[in-house]
């Protein structure tokens, strides 16, 4: 069974403190690795898609990554405006556009 | 571009009663999906359409309906309203690709339904 793992639930950073969110997942072939960022009371935003293990994609003060079994996204000094929740979702190579596994979400609070 | 626009924001209902959620995009995809989420828990995908009048049903589609008659507009029925479909709901659509790339699912804002 396709599996999405996030981790931590949530996470409490102190503005300019960075650190890194989680995914691992487990599926038969992965034709993608999708992060969205989604504010209180919205819809998931979309932030990157990774293909093949090694790649890493930037936006600002974030930056993600893939290996073959996880997915770290990566926020370098964040400030208060980057608490949100961060979904990760996956789409396996068995499927169509329809497939996507959605991890529960990382909550992140950033304190000024 | 509006995106994905979804009505109502807010809805509470009474257990029997019916309602429509609407979605509309205009971005010319031809693949619109429907997910709820619970708190706690990742989105569940309810219905799904590659194109007009075609649809099919996802992880969770009991309880629910859909049609889709044009390009644009992707309505989830709700027949007889029971506590359980208490949720947020989000209207997605997507452009399909070939080759290496994917294609990426953008979400409307959501609409919040209580049923009592």
């Known amino acids: 069974e396709d599996q999405v793992t996030q981790s931590p639930e949530a996470l409490r950073l102190q503005e300019g403190e960075s650190s890194s969110l989680n995914c691992s997942y487990t599926?038969?072939?992965?034709?993608?690795l999708f992060w969205y960022r989604q504010d209180p009371g919205k819809g998931p935003e979309f932030l990157f898609t990774?293909?093949?293990a090694g790649e890493e994609k930037e936006k600002e003060r974030l930056k993600a990554t893939l290996t073959k079994k996880e997915s770290f996204l990566h926020i370098t000094a964040p400030k208060p405006e980057d608490s949100a929740t961060y979904l990760c979702?996956?789409?396996?190579?068995?499927?169509?556009?329809?497939?996507?596994?959605f991890g529960k979400g990382t909550k992140l609070t950033v304190n000024p | 571009n509006a995106g994905v626009t979804q009505t109502p924001k807010f809805r509470i209902l009474k257990i029997g009663q019916s309602m429509t959620l609407q979605c509309t995009q205009d971005m010319n995809h031809n693949y619109m999906y429907w997910y709820r989420q619970d708190p706690g828990m990742g989105l569940k995908l309810i219905y799904y359409s590659v194109g007009a009048g075609i649809t099919d049903k996802g992880e969770v589609p009991n309880g629910y309906n859909v049609s889709r008659s044009t390009t644009e507009d992707f309505p989830l029925r709700l027949e007889l309203a029971a506590p359980s479909q208490t949720s947020v709901y989000f209207c997605?659509?997507?452009?399909?690709?070939?080759?290496?790339?994917?294609?990426?699912?953008?979400f409307g804002p959501g609409t919040r339904l209580t049923v009592l």
């Open positions: 997605a659509s997507s452009y399909p690709t070939s080759g290496k790339h994917t294609d990426t699912q953008y």
């Open positions: 599926v038969s072939g992965l034709r993608g």
């Open positions: 979702a996956v789409r396996p190579t068995q499927g169509g556009s329809e497939k996507l596994v």
């Open positions: 990774l293909y093949s």
